[in-house]
């Protein structure tokens, strides 16, 4: 069994900056890729960025420029930091891992955090 925790959500204005934190743990193998997904209001939930465990790294074009994933400094734990932020960046966002583990590979999603942009 594998679980995702997620923190660093909130409310900021915009402009400001917010860094979400996801830490895996579990029977974890090996972690193949972790990522950032959100899920605004009325809208489907899509890719906002990835880091894969060569380090390869994609966006969201809404968000290039602005936000950054990196592996964090405790195994199994990434970051996304959020810089510029709009009130279209308010979302539930989710963490979600690619993990290799006992029995076999599969995907796994955190419980979500709120990021809310306003004034």
């Known amino acids: 069994q594998v679980q995702l925790g997620e923190s660093g959500g909130g409310l900021v204005q915009p402009g400001g900056s917010l860094r979400l934190t996801c830490a895996a743990s579990g029977s974890i193998v090996s972690l193949n890729a972790m990522g950032w997904y959100r899920r605004a209001p009325e809208k489907q939930r899509e890719l906002v960025a990835r880091i894969t465990s060569a380090g390869s790294t994609n966006y969201a074009d809404s968000v290039k420029g602005r936000f950054t994933i990196s592996k964090g400094d405790a195994k199994n734990t990434v970051y996304l930091q959020m810089n510029g932020l709009t009130p279209d960046d308010t979302a539930l966002y989710y963490c979600?891992?690619?993990?290799?583990?006992?029995?076999?590979?599969?995907?796994?999603w955190g419980q979500g955090t709120q990021v809310t942009v306003s004034s």
């Open positions: 979600n891992a690619d993990v290799s583990s006992n029995p076999g590979r599969g995907i796994y």
